[in-house]
């Protein structure tokens, strides 16, 4: 197995676009989306807070230009005397934080993306922040049945597939519902977002295929969307410095460019020299041993991810991509990386790591 640290994703070594005096409170920035937000931010100019349960590491590698607008505070989405610490001084928050999982019990999920979430709305109240952006899933609205040229579907708790979109669901929900003349909450939902140093699904989708464990279902045929990192990063900074224009909206974000699961893997794979998997098995059955796969998890949970799960099976061979329309006029943004971009710099960045 191959783990590919965070901290090897290149980065640019640019000074600021311009210095500002707005503070963004930034949660999630141990993970490759959380960790590039903040960076961004950064790049043009902001001061940045970030918080999480541990460091990020980020001032190691930063340059002076940046590191000197950046600080953090150890805290947990339950300690709420942590959480006022963390919003006092800050202008806005940016919430990427969250337990994200196919296992896990309802209480874990509840307990870190729903109550987390209202911990920090409520502290960020207390303070009169005016500005609050939550990171959110376009499984919110995922019933188990495809999206095909979806809009911005409102989300649904009640019929939701899994933990962890039903706690999504519940906490876009209660962010939306802040919204108001003297505060503006917003929500966005980056769909599939991948790139280099993605340990949660380009690493896997690699690692797997390299070991022959990577089955098609129904043969890949499935229409999904994903989105670049870039791209999704560019469209989250871009959505707080909107805020007034998307306010009390959710937003999905994706490259607008579905392809068949099959073309996606198989561009990942030979980017990087591996073989992409040939064989195929029904989604039916998929879908039936995942949720047996389920069960037993919960009581014999694995160090990994299950190998599947009935959600998963579910995303994997239905169709899922998304009407862009409203989302870029309203952002007044477009993706600027292309698929087929992202699958050159997949293959600079591991180049052979994978071959052997």
Known sequence: MV?????????????PIRERQERVLVTGASGLLGREVALDFLRRGYQVRLVQR???QL???????????????????????RLEEAVDGCDGVVHLAAKVSFAGSWEEFYQTN????????????????????????PSVAHTGVSFMGADNTAAAPEHTRGYYARSKAIA???????????????????HIVWGPSDTQLVERVLERAAAGRLPLLNDGTALIDTTYIDNAVDAIVTGYERLETIQGQALVITNGQPRPVAEIIH???????????????????????????EKVWEKYPGEDEPPMTRFLAEQL??????????????LDWAPKVSLEEGYERLAQFYQDRYRH
């Open 172 to 190: 876009e929900h209660l962010v939306l519902a802040e919204n108001s003349e003297r505060s503006h909450t917003a929500a966005l939902r980056p």
């Open 317 to 330: 061979s239905t169709a899922h991509w998304f009407d862009q329309r409203q989302t870029q006029e309203l």
């Open 114 to 137: 729903v109550q987390g979430t209202q911990n920090l709305l409520q502290a960020a109240t207390h303070h009169s922040i005016t500005r609050f952006l939550y990171i959110s899933s």
């Open 3 to 15: 783990k590919t640290p965070v901290s090897l994703r290149p980065l640019p070594h640019i000074a």
């Open 59 to 81: 001032q190691k590698i930063l340059p002076p230009a940046l590191a000197q607008n950046l600080s953090q505070i150890r805290a947990d989405l339950g300690d709420k005397n």
């Open 267 to 293: 561009h990942m794979c030979t980017a990087v020299g591996i073989e992409p998997p040939k064989r195929s098995v029904p989604a039916t059955l998929a879908r039936a041993l995942g949720s047996v796969i």
């Open 54 to 56: 541990r460091d990020a």
